[in-house]
């Protein structure tokens, strides 16, 4: 559970969590500071929660995502790797984790996958390296295609930014990288497509091992 401070309530809610204080507020005072336009009559304030990096030890399934600059695409993204039974995920530069847009994207999933925040993805990847996971960049020239690999093994399917992918110094540190054919027109997925597919690849493979 993540530690709440304080909840605040509109009129007519019947709000009680033990141990935390329940202010009962005017109206129209939620609508105010909510970051919706319809907003529910509550509002809770909770203390971030991160992990360490070294935590994910003995971790055998994370996501990475490098300078994701879209909160929708972040929160939509972590909902599906906890979807798909992720350890944790990595969060590299980019959007706040916590920007209120992604974790509403999210649909709760925040709160239930490990988060690590990691300036610099490659840190991120030779520890993840160290701990023994394998490091699978995401290119759409690479000539291995993603279900060609066994996803099996310790993994860290690593993702870049929507309009640039994963930069140079990203991809001479992932240990391979793979691609996922388009038949269409598009060049490219978007990345929580891409996210999706490859998280799910991961899944079926353990699933059917």
């Known amino acids: 559970m993540w530690p709440l401070e304080e909840v605040f309530v509109g009129e007519g809610a019947a709000v009680g969590v033990a141990g935390v204080k329940v202010t009962l507020v005017a109206p129209g005072v939620l609508e105010r500071v909510a970051t919706t336009v319809t907003s529910r009559p509550v509002v809770a304030v909770g203390r971030q929660r991160v992990a360490a990096l070294a935590s994910l030890r003995d971790a055998t399934f ?3 995502l490098v300078d994701v600059a879209d909160p929708g695409n972040l929160g939509t993204m972590i909902r599906t790797a906890e979807a798909a039974g992720v350890d944790a995920v990595v969060v590299c530069g980019g959007v706040d984790v916590f920007n209120p847009k992604c974790v509403r994207a999210s649909a709760g999933s ?3 996958v490990p988060i690590v925040r990691c ?3 490659t840190t ?4 993840l390296a160290s701990f023994g996971l394998r ?6 020239v690479a000539p ?8 099996r093994e310790r993994v860290a399917v690593v993702l870049g ?7 140079a110094d990203v991809l001479g540190a992932v240990d391979a990288t793979v691609s996922i054919p388009i038949a269409g027109h598009s060049e490219s997925l978007n990345v929580a497509g891409a996210a999706a597919v490859l998280c799910f690849e991961v899944a079926r493979q353990r699933r059917t091992s």
């Open 119 to 121: 300036p610099e993805a």
């Open 161 to 167: 930014n929507e309009a640039h992918g994963l930069g």
């Open 135 to 140: 490091c699978l960049g995401t290119s759409s």
């Open 110 to 112: 925040l709160f239930f």
């Open 62 to 64: 994370v996501l990475v």
């Open 144 to 151: 291995t295609i993603y279900d060609e690999v066994d996803l």
């Open 124 to 127: 991120a990847l030779d520890a």
